[in-house]
Protein backbone atom coordinates (compact mmCIF):
# COMPACT_ATOMS: atom_id res chain seq x y z
CA UNK A 1 0.00 0.00 0.00
CA UNK A 2 2.92 2.26 -0.51
CA UNK A 3 1.58 4.13 -3.30
CA UNK A 4 -1.47 6.07 -1.55
CA UNK A 5 -3.61 5.42 -4.76
CA UNK A 6 -2.39 2.69 -6.51
CA UNK A 7 -6.18 1.13 -6.78
CA UNK A 8 -7.28 4.51 -8.61
CA UNK A 9 -6.43 5.76 -12.19
CA UNK A 10 -5.15 9.64 -12.36
CA UNK A 11 -8.38 10.22 -13.66
CA UNK A 12 -10.73 8.87 -11.42
CA UNK A 13 -8.73 9.80 -8.70
CA UNK A 14 -9.41 13.07 -10.11
CA UNK A 15 -13.28 12.54 -10.27
CA UNK A 16 -13.00 11.93 -6.36
CA UNK A 17 -11.11 15.13 -5.87
CA UNK A 18 -13.09 17.39 -7.68
CA UNK A 19 -16.58 16.15 -6.49
CA UNK A 20 -18.27 18.94 -4.01
CA UNK A 21 -20.28 17.89 -0.73
CA UNK A 22 -22.44 19.27 0.57
CA UNK A 23 -26.12 19.05 2.35
CA UNK A 24 -27.18 18.10 -0.86
CA UNK A 25 -24.59 16.88 -3.54
CA UNK A 26 -23.13 14.55 -4.53
CA UNK A 27 -26.90 13.42 -3.68
CA UNK A 28 -29.31 14.57 -1.09
CA UNK A 29 -28.55 11.77 1.83
CA UNK A 30 -26.91 14.74 4.30
CA UNK A 31 -30.22 16.50 4.22
CA UNK A 32 -32.39 13.72 4.59
CA UNK A 33 -30.38 11.93 7.07
CA UNK A 34 -30.77 14.95 9.46
CA UNK A 35 -34.38 15.13 8.66
CA UNK A 36 -34.83 11.61 10.05
CA UNK A 37 -32.56 12.18 13.16
CA UNK A 38 -34.67 15.69 13.66
CA UNK A 39 -37.77 13.91 13.29
CA UNK A 40 -36.98 11.14 16.10
CA UNK A 41 -35.52 14.31 18.47
CA UNK A 42 -35.24 14.21 21.81
CA UNK A 43 -38.05 12.00 23.22
CA UNK A 44 -37.73 9.30 20.38
CA UNK A 45 -40.81 7.44 18.12
CA UNK A 46 -42.55 4.11 18.51
CA UNK A 47 -41.21 1.24 16.71
CA UNK A 48 -43.51 -1.32 15.52
CA UNK A 49 -44.02 -4.33 17.64
CA UNK A 50 -42.15 -7.25 15.41
CA UNK A 51 -40.18 -5.80 12.90
CA UNK A 52 -38.78 -2.51 15.26
CA UNK A 53 -39.31 0.00 12.16
CA UNK A 54 -40.95 3.45 11.90
CA UNK A 55 -44.21 3.33 13.42
CA UNK A 56 -46.90 4.04 10.78
CA UNK A 57 -48.42 6.70 12.46
CA UNK A 58 -45.07 8.75 11.61
CA UNK A 59 -44.66 7.53 8.11
CA UNK A 60 -46.81 10.56 5.80
CA UNK A 61 -45.37 13.25 8.27
CA UNK A 62 -41.60 12.05 7.95
CA UNK A 63 -42.47 11.76 4.22
CA UNK A 64 -42.81 15.20 3.60
CA UNK A 65 -40.01 16.23 4.91
CA UNK A 66 -37.62 14.23 2.49
CA UNK A 67 -36.17 15.82 -0.83
CA UNK A 68 -38.34 13.53 -2.76
CA UNK A 69 -40.99 12.46 -1.20
CA UNK A 70 -43.21 9.41 -2.95
CA UNK A 71 -46.86 9.48 -3.39
CA UNK A 72 -48.88 6.15 -2.46
CA UNK A 73 -52.19 5.67 -2.49
CA UNK A 74 -51.72 2.75 0.58
CA UNK A 75 -53.42 3.84 3.87
CA UNK A 76 -51.90 1.79 5.99
CA UNK A 77 -48.22 1.94 4.47
CA UNK A 78 -45.27 0.33 5.79
CA UNK A 79 -41.77 1.44 6.37
CA UNK A 80 -40.84 0.13 2.87
CA UNK A 81 -43.69 1.40 1.11
CA UNK A 82 -41.20 4.53 1.09
CA UNK A 83 -37.94 3.60 0.20
CA UNK A 84 -35.90 6.70 1.18
CA UNK A 85 -37.28 6.27 4.48
CA UNK A 86 -36.33 2.38 4.24
CA UNK A 87 -33.02 3.00 3.60
CA UNK A 88 -32.07 6.10 6.33
CA UNK A 89 -33.16 3.46 8.44
CA UNK A 90 -30.90 1.09 7.43
CA UNK A 91 -28.00 3.63 8.20
CA UNK A 92 -29.53 5.11 11.21
CA UNK A 93 -29.82 1.38 13.15
CA UNK A 94 -25.91 0.10 11.51
CA UNK A 95 -24.23 3.65 12.28
CA UNK A 96 -25.43 3.42 16.09
CA UNK A 97 -27.39 6.48 16.10
CA UNK A 98 -30.43 5.03 16.20
CA UNK A 99 -31.30 2.30 18.82
CA UNK A 100 -34.52 0.74 20.55
CA UNK A 101 -35.40 0.96 24.11
CA UNK A 102 -37.73 -1.20 25.93
CA UNK A 103 -40.66 1.37 27.61
CA UNK A 104 -43.41 -0.36 29.48
CA UNK A 105 -45.11 -2.12 26.51
CA UNK A 106 -43.59 -0.83 23.17
CA UNK A 107 -40.20 0.30 22.13
CA UNK A 108 -39.10 2.76 21.20
CA UNK A 109 -36.23 4.17 18.37
CA UNK A 110 -34.25 6.71 20.34
CA UNK A 111 -31.20 8.61 19.62
CA UNK A 112 -27.58 7.73 20.92
CA UNK A 113 -26.32 10.99 22.93
CA UNK A 114 -23.08 10.08 22.74
CA UNK A 115 -22.63 9.08 19.36
CA UNK A 116 -25.31 12.37 18.12
CA UNK A 117 -22.49 14.51 20.07
CA UNK A 118 -20.17 12.96 17.78
CA UNK A 119 -21.97 13.37 14.98
CA UNK A 120 -22.54 17.13 15.37
CA UNK A 121 -18.87 17.31 15.63
CA UNK A 122 -18.07 15.96 12.13
CA UNK A 123 -17.88 17.87 9.25
CA UNK A 124 -20.10 17.67 5.94
CA UNK A 125 -17.13 15.00 4.23
CA UNK A 126 -17.23 13.16 7.63
CA UNK A 127 -20.27 12.86 7.93
CA UNK A 128 -20.88 11.48 4.39
CA UNK A 129 -18.45 8.77 4.68
CA UNK A 130 -18.97 7.70 7.62
CA UNK A 131 -22.60 6.95 7.05
CA UNK A 132 -21.13 5.23 3.35
CA UNK A 133 -18.79 3.04 4.91
CA UNK A 134 -21.57 1.85 7.43
CA UNK A 135 -23.48 1.01 4.40
CA UNK A 136 -20.93 -0.81 3.12
CA UNK A 137 -19.57 -2.70 5.92
CA UNK A 138 -22.91 -3.14 8.58
CA UNK A 139 -25.00 -2.51 6.12
CA UNK A 140 -26.85 -6.15 5.90
CA UNK A 141 -30.63 -6.46 4.16
CA UNK A 142 -31.19 -8.41 7.71
CA UNK A 143 -31.23 -5.37 9.47
CA UNK A 144 -34.46 -4.30 7.32
CA UNK A 145 -35.65 -7.70 7.43
CA UNK A 146 -35.30 -8.09 3.58
CA UNK A 147 -34.71 -10.82 1.52
CA UNK A 148 -33.77 -8.98 -1.36
CA UNK A 149 -31.22 -9.55 -4.15
CA UNK A 150 -28.42 -12.25 -4.31
CA UNK A 151 -26.43 -10.72 -1.55
CA UNK A 152 -27.21 -10.46 2.16
CA UNK A 153 -25.25 -7.10 1.97
CA UNK A 154 -27.05 -4.10 0.92
CA UNK A 155 -24.25 -2.19 -0.31
CA UNK A 156 -23.04 -5.51 -2.79
CA UNK A 157 -26.65 -5.40 -4.26
CA UNK A 158 -26.71 -2.16 -5.41
CA UNK A 159 -22.93 -2.78 -6.70
CA UNK A 160 -24.51 -5.80 -8.64
CA UNK A 161 -27.12 -3.51 -9.45
CA UNK A 162 -24.40 -1.04 -11.23
CA UNK A 163 -22.28 -4.22 -12.47
CA UNK A 164 -25.46 -5.19 -13.89
CA UNK A 165 -26.69 -2.07 -16.04
CA UNK A 166 -22.99 -1.10 -17.18
CA UNK A 167 -22.80 -4.96 -18.74
CA UNK A 168 -25.80 -4.13 -20.27
CA UNK A 169 -24.79 -0.81 -21.95
CA UNK A 170 -28.11 1.23 -20.80
CA UNK A 171 -27.66 2.51 -17.70
CA UNK A 172 -31.19 3.06 -16.95
CA UNK A 173 -31.87 -0.66 -16.13
CA UNK A 174 -31.34 0.52 -12.66
CA UNK A 175 -35.25 1.79 -12.53
CA UNK A 176 -36.15 -2.10 -13.34
CA UNK A 177 -34.32 -3.74 -10.77
CA UNK A 178 -37.07 -3.87 -8.34
CA UNK A 179 -35.87 -7.25 -6.94
CA UNK A 180 -32.93 -5.83 -5.65
CA UNK A 181 -34.62 -3.97 -3.66
CA UNK A 182 -36.24 -0.28 -3.85
CA UNK A 183 -34.35 0.85 -0.90
CA UNK A 184 -31.19 0.07 -2.38
CA UNK A 185 -32.23 2.04 -5.72
CA UNK A 186 -32.80 5.23 -2.58
CA UNK A 187 -29.33 4.80 -1.32
CA UNK A 188 -27.47 4.65 -4.55
CA UNK A 189 -29.98 8.17 -4.86
CA UNK A 190 -28.68 9.53 -1.88
CA UNK A 191 -25.68 9.43 -2.11
CA UNK A 192 -24.86 10.26 -5.46
CA UNK A 193 -24.10 7.26 -7.05
CA UNK A 194 -27.38 7.68 -9.26
CA UNK A 195 -29.01 10.66 -11.00
CA UNK A 196 -31.57 11.67 -13.18
CA UNK A 197 -30.87 13.31 -16.67
CA UNK A 198 -33.13 14.40 -19.63
CA UNK A 199 -33.44 11.96 -22.34
CA UNK A 200 -33.02 14.93 -24.95
CA UNK A 201 -30.73 17.38 -24.52
CA UNK A 202 -33.78 19.85 -25.75
CA UNK A 203 -33.58 23.14 -23.24
CA UNK A 204 -37.11 22.49 -21.70
CA UNK A 205 -37.58 18.94 -20.43
CA UNK A 206 -40.95 17.46 -18.45
CA UNK A 207 -39.95 15.57 -15.46
CA UNK A 208 -41.71 12.63 -17.95
CA UNK A 209 -38.42 12.97 -20.03
CA UNK A 210 -35.87 12.03 -17.67
CA UNK A 211 -34.08 8.64 -17.02
CA UNK A 212 -31.91 7.38 -14.45
CA UNK A 213 -27.99 6.73 -15.26
CA UNK A 214 -24.98 6.52 -12.86
CA UNK A 215 -23.11 9.48 -12.39
CA UNK A 216 -19.80 9.63 -13.25
CA UNK A 217 -18.60 9.80 -8.94
CA UNK A 218 -21.05 7.00 -8.78
CA UNK A 219 -19.27 4.78 -11.32
CA UNK A 220 -16.06 5.34 -9.88
CA UNK A 221 -16.83 4.58 -6.11
CA UNK A 222 -18.82 1.38 -7.32
CA UNK A 223 -16.48 0.30 -9.02
CA UNK A 224 -13.26 0.75 -6.47
CA UNK A 225 -15.49 -0.13 -3.45
CA UNK A 226 -16.77 -3.14 -5.00
CA UNK A 227 -13.51 -4.06 -5.56
CA UNK A 228 -12.05 -2.68 -2.31
CA UNK A 229 -14.37 -4.98 -0.68
CA UNK A 230 -13.18 -8.45 -2.36
CA UNK A 231 -9.46 -7.00 -1.31
CA UNK A 232 -9.87 -6.72 2.04
CA UNK A 233 -11.62 -10.23 2.12
CA UNK A 234 -8.70 -11.78 0.59
CA UNK A 235 -6.17 -9.73 2.61
CA UNK A 236 -7.41 -10.04 6.18
CA UNK A 237 -9.44 -12.93 5.69
CA UNK A 238 -12.87 -11.58 7.53
CA UNK A 239 -15.78 -11.14 6.28
CA UNK A 240 -16.83 -6.66 6.45
CA UNK A 241 -15.99 -4.84 9.63
CA UNK A 242 -15.29 -1.46 10.30
CA UNK A 243 -11.76 -2.30 9.43
CA UNK A 244 -12.78 -1.35 5.72
CA UNK A 245 -13.09 1.90 6.20
CA UNK A 246 -9.15 2.42 7.58
CA UNK A 247 -8.06 -0.20 4.94
CA UNK A 248 -9.63 2.29 1.96
CA UNK A 249 -9.05 5.47 3.99
CA UNK A 250 -5.18 4.94 3.18
CA UNK A 251 -6.49 5.68 -1.00
CA UNK A 252 -9.14 7.87 -0.32
CA UNK A 253 -8.25 10.25 2.29
CA UNK A 254 -5.23 11.97 0.46
CA UNK A 255 -7.76 13.44 -2.15
CA UNK A 256 -10.36 14.35 0.77
CA UNK A 257 -7.78 16.24 3.06
CA UNK A 258 -11.01 17.96 5.02
CA UNK A 259 -12.54 14.34 5.60
CA UNK A 260 -10.16 13.45 8.64
CA UNK A 261 -12.58 11.89 12.06
CA UNK A 262 -15.40 9.49 11.60
CA UNK A 263 -18.63 8.80 13.61
CA UNK A 264 -18.26 7.45 17.41
CA UNK A 265 -18.25 3.59 17.05
CA UNK A 266 -19.65 2.87 20.53
CA UNK A 267 -17.81 -0.62 21.92
CA UNK A 268 -20.79 -3.43 23.64
CA UNK A 269 -20.49 -2.51 27.31
CA UNK A 270 -19.44 -5.75 29.10
CA UNK A 271 -21.79 -6.57 32.61
CA UNK A 272 -19.20 -8.23 34.94
CA UNK A 273 -21.81 -7.80 37.91
CA UNK A 274 -25.13 -7.51 39.36
CA UNK A 275 -27.36 -9.90 37.88
CA UNK A 276 -30.73 -10.00 35.48
CA UNK A 277 -34.29 -11.55 35.91
CA UNK A 278 -35.01 -13.55 32.59
CA UNK A 279 -38.41 -14.65 32.27
CA UNK A 280 -38.29 -18.13 30.01
CA UNK A 281 -41.55 -19.30 28.69
CA UNK A 282 -42.04 -22.47 26.45
CA UNK A 283 -45.74 -23.03 25.70
CA UNK A 284 -47.75 -22.29 28.59
CA UNK A 285 -45.13 -22.85 31.32
CA UNK A 286 -42.82 -19.70 32.78
CA UNK A 287 -39.75 -19.96 35.12
CA UNK A 288 -38.58 -16.81 36.24
CA UNK A 289 -34.56 -16.77 36.60
CA UNK A 290 -32.17 -14.41 38.78
CA UNK A 291 -29.06 -14.60 36.37
CA UNK A 292 -25.40 -13.23 37.31
CA UNK A 293 -24.11 -11.48 34.81
CA UNK A 294 -20.77 -13.42 35.26
CA UNK A 295 -22.48 -17.02 34.47
CA UNK A 296 -21.51 -18.72 31.49
CA UNK A 297 -24.41 -19.41 28.94
CA UNK A 298 -23.33 -22.87 28.87
CA UNK A 299 -24.48 -22.56 32.69
CA UNK A 300 -27.56 -20.20 31.64
CA UNK A 301 -28.41 -23.59 29.40
CA UNK A 302 -28.38 -25.86 31.98
CA UNK A 303 -30.27 -23.59 34.49
CA UNK A 304 -33.24 -23.38 31.69
CA UNK A 305 -33.48 -26.85 31.14
CA UNK A 306 -32.97 -27.98 35.01
CA UNK A 307 -35.26 -25.55 35.83
CA UNK A 308 -38.21 -27.44 32.98
CA UNK A 309 -37.11 -30.92 34.59
CA UNK A 310 -35.38 -30.96 31.02
CA UNK A 311 -32.41 -33.73 30.49
CA UNK A 312 -29.01 -31.92 28.43
CA UNK A 313 -28.14 -34.59 26.01
CA UNK A 314 -28.85 -32.26 23.08
CA UNK A 315 -27.04 -29.37 21.41
CA UNK A 316 -28.91 -25.88 21.77
CA UNK A 317 -27.77 -22.42 20.50
CA UNK A 318 -28.94 -18.41 21.98
CA UNK A 319 -30.19 -16.73 19.31
CA UNK A 320 -30.79 -12.65 19.88
CA UNK A 321 -30.44 -9.54 17.61
CA UNK A 322 -26.87 -7.28 18.67
CA UNK A 323 -27.18 -3.70 18.91
CA UNK A 324 -27.86 -2.69 14.83
CA UNK A 325 -30.33 -5.16 14.63
CA UNK A 326 -27.98 -8.36 13.11
CA UNK A 327 -28.78 -11.46 14.49
CA UNK A 328 -26.21 -13.27 16.65
CA UNK A 329 -25.80 -17.00 17.73
CA UNK A 330 -24.01 -18.54 20.55
CA UNK A 331 -23.27 -21.90 20.01
CA UNK A 332 -22.70 -25.40 22.14
CA UNK A 333 -19.32 -26.22 22.38
CA UNK A 334 -19.54 -29.21 20.73
CA UNK A 335 -21.69 -27.47 17.53
CA UNK A 336 -19.66 -26.98 14.19
CA UNK A 337 -21.05 -23.45 13.40
CA UNK A 338 -21.44 -20.11 15.89
CA UNK A 339 -20.54 -16.64 16.08
CA UNK A 340 -19.62 -17.11 19.42
CA UNK A 341 -19.27 -20.35 21.69
CA UNK A 342 -21.44 -20.68 25.43
CA UNK A 343 -18.94 -21.93 27.40
CA UNK A 344 -16.73 -18.79 26.11
CA UNK A 345 -19.31 -16.27 26.54
CA UNK A 346 -21.18 -15.05 29.62
CA UNK A 347 -24.14 -13.42 29.81
CA UNK A 348 -23.25 -10.19 30.71
CA UNK A 349 -21.27 -10.43 26.87
CA UNK A 350 -24.27 -10.00 25.37
CA UNK A 351 -25.73 -6.96 24.59
CA UNK A 352 -28.06 -7.31 28.06
CA UNK A 353 -31.17 -4.72 28.07
CA UNK A 354 -34.39 -4.36 29.70
CA UNK A 355 -36.76 -5.57 27.04
CA UNK A 356 -34.24 -7.70 25.20
CA UNK A 357 -35.59 -10.70 23.71
CA UNK A 358 -33.62 -13.93 22.98
CA UNK A 359 -34.02 -17.82 22.66
CA UNK A 360 -32.83 -20.63 23.87
CA UNK A 361 -33.05 -22.91 20.34
CA UNK A 362 -32.59 -26.29 22.32
CA UNK A 363 -32.71 -30.53 20.49
CA UNK A 364 -32.42 -29.67 16.89
CA UNK A 365 -34.02 -32.24 15.84
CA UNK A 366 -37.40 -31.56 18.61
CA UNK A 367 -37.16 -28.06 17.65
CA UNK A 368 -37.83 -27.20 21.56
CA UNK A 369 -37.77 -22.88 21.66
CA UNK A 370 -37.51 -21.58 24.83
CA UNK A 371 -38.80 -17.60 24.53
CA UNK A 372 -36.41 -15.55 27.36
CA UNK A 373 -37.48 -12.12 28.20
CA UNK A 374 -35.02 -9.52 30.12
CA UNK A 375 -37.16 -7.84 32.60
CA UNK A 376 -34.81 -6.32 35.09
CA UNK A 377 -31.25 -5.50 34.61
CA UNK A 378 -29.31 -5.26 38.09
CA UNK A 379 -25.77 -3.58 37.16
CA UNK A 380 -24.42 -3.73 40.23
CA UNK A 381 -23.67 -5.96 43.37
CA UNK A 382 -26.87 -8.32 43.85
CA UNK A 383 -27.84 -11.31 46.15
CA UNK A 384 -26.86 -13.92 43.55
CA UNK A 385 -23.83 -15.99 42.91
CA UNK A 386 -25.37 -18.77 40.78
CA UNK A 387 -28.16 -18.78 38.71
CA UNK A 388 -31.73 -18.91 40.34
CA UNK A 389 -35.21 -19.90 39.85
CA UNK A 390 -37.49 -16.92 41.42
CA UNK A 391 -41.22 -17.62 40.45
CA UNK A 392 -43.08 -20.14 38.44
CA UNK A 393 -45.83 -20.40 36.57
CA UNK A 394 -47.94 -23.20 34.83
CA UNK A 395 -46.67 -27.20 34.32
CA UNK A 396 -43.64 -27.98 32.43
CA UNK A 397 -44.44 -29.49 29.35
CA UNK A 398 -43.22 -33.51 28.71
CA UNK A 399 -39.39 -33.20 26.76
CA UNK A 400 -40.02 -36.89 25.02
CA UNK A 401 -43.72 -38.84 24.54
CA UNK A 402 -43.00 -41.87 24.42
Known sequence: MSNKNQHLSPENAEIIKNQTFSDTQPGSLLKDFQALLDFIGDDG??????THHIGMKYLFELNERMTRPVETELKRPQQKTFPVIHGLYLLLRTSGLGRLVAQKSKTLIVLDQDILTSWRSLNTKERYFSLLFF???RGEEEVLGE????YGSSFLNAVYI???ASQGGNSSIVTECRYYGPHNIALLA????IEAVPKKSNKSVDTADMQVVFSSFGKVMLTYLGDAVSRFMNETGNYLSDELYDFCAKDLNPLIPDWQNRLLIKEREVLTEGYSVIAVKVRDAVRKLAVPHDTFLDDL????????NFDEDHLYEFIYKNSIGLIERVAHSFADDGDYWADDMTLGEMPIHEGMTFVFHYDFGDDWRFQCLVETVIKEGGKYTEP??????????KQYYY
Open 45 to 50: IDATKT
Open 135 to 137: WVS
Open 147 to 150: RSGI
Open 162 to 164: YRT
Open 190 to 193: LFGF
Open 301 to 308: ASSILDAF
Open 388 to 397: KVIEKKGRAP
